[in-house]
């Protein structure tokens, strides 16, 4: 069987560095332009099967895709992304100047923070991963639209690495990625996929 990871587009948010999470954020108009590029790109794909997170950007990316395959989308909760409690809104900039230590601590290994008033790396990896377990169970060609975290820890997951590697498996917006599994094993078939979109760049 084969999972397709996607990670939704462009919000204002994403083009403004600032940080989201659970925050609710639409796609940007650049956002909606790259996902009609990425679900062409799928058109000919073999998929039974949709699973979203319930966060607009996803949910929107998931449907500009699905629309090519009539396939209802699964909403799954535990697909959203990492909560970054107090961090939400803050820009990148503001996070920096103001909690420099704990982004040292992240630079150095991601997997030993916690959100304040937030998430860790595993707690967001573990509640995804019942959801891919899930997946994989039914043995169906599934798509599944999530987030840059969140896509991340499940390939850490697959590739069996430690979270601490977690930024190696970083993966663009309106990419994709695909694993193939057998005997529950998966092989990355291919990764962060963001040819589709090199006209509009």
């Known amino acids: 069987m084969k999972l397709i990871f996607v990670r939704h587009g462009e919000t204002l948010w994403n083009r403004e560095n600032r940080i989201q999470g659970h925050t609710d954020v639409e796609l940007s108009d650049y956002g909606r332009m790259q996902v009609q ?5 799928l058109e000919a794909e073999q998929i039974d099967a949709m699973y979203s997170s319930p966060l607009k950007r996803a949910y929107e990316t998931a449907c500009s895709i699905a629309g090519f395959h009539n396939l209802d989308i699964r909403v799954e909760p535990d697909l ?12 990148v900039r503001e996070l920096k100047e103001k909690h420099s230590e704990f982004i040292r601590q992240w630079m150095e290994d991601p ?10 790396l595993s707690q967001v990896q573990e509640r995804a991963w019942n959801v891919i377990q899930m997946i994989i169970e039914k043995s169906q060609d599934s798509l599944v639209v999530s987030h840059g975290m969140a896509i991340m820890t499940i390939l850490c997951k697959i590739k069996d690495v430690s979270l ?18 057998e005997n529950g094993l998966g092989i990355i078939k291919l990764f962060n996929d963001t040819s589709h979109l090199k006209d509009i760049w």
């Not at 590029?37 to 790109?41: D, E, G, M, T, V």
């Not at 663009?172 to 990625?177: A, F, G, L, R």
Request: net charge negative.
């Open 80 to 91: 959203r992304e990492l909560n970054h409690g107090d961090f939400e809104s803050l820009t």
């Open 111 to 120: 997997s030993s923070v916690v959100m304040p008033n937030g998430e860790s």
């Open 164 to 181: 601490s590697e977690a930024r190696q498996m970083f993966v663009d917006m309106s990419s994709k990625t695909v694993v193939e599994f």
């Open 37 to 41: 590029k990425l679900a062409r790109s």
